[in-house]
C-alpha cells in the first residue's frame, strides 16, 4: 500500500468516526454526554480537514497518488 492510499483510508476511517460520534451526540439524552460527544467531533472535523490539506498536497507533489 502507498503513503497516498494509507492517509487517503486514514481519512476515510476518521470520517466514518466523526459521522458516528455525531449520530451518538444527537442520540443521547444526557446533556453532560451530549455535549463530549459534539465536542470530540469537532476535533475529529479538524483532524479531517487538516488530513484533506494534506491529502492535495500528497496528490500535487505526487502525481502517482492522484485518484487514489
Not at 476511517?13 to 451530549?34: F, Q, W, Y
Amino acid at each position: 500500500m502507498t503513503v497516498g492510499s494509507e492517509v487517503k483510508q486514514c481519512l476515510a476511517s476518521l470520517k466514518g468516526v466523526e459521522a458516528e460520534l455525531s449520530s451518538l451526540a444527537l442520540r443521547t439524552e444526557d446533556n453532560e454526554s451530549k455535549r463530549t460527544l459534539h465536542e470530540t467531533m469537532m476535533t475529529i472535523h479538524e483532524v479531517v480537514q487538516d488530513l484533506k490539506k494534506r491529502v492535495g498536497e500528497l496528490e500535487r507533489e505526487e502525481s502517482q497518488y492522484k485518484g487514489f
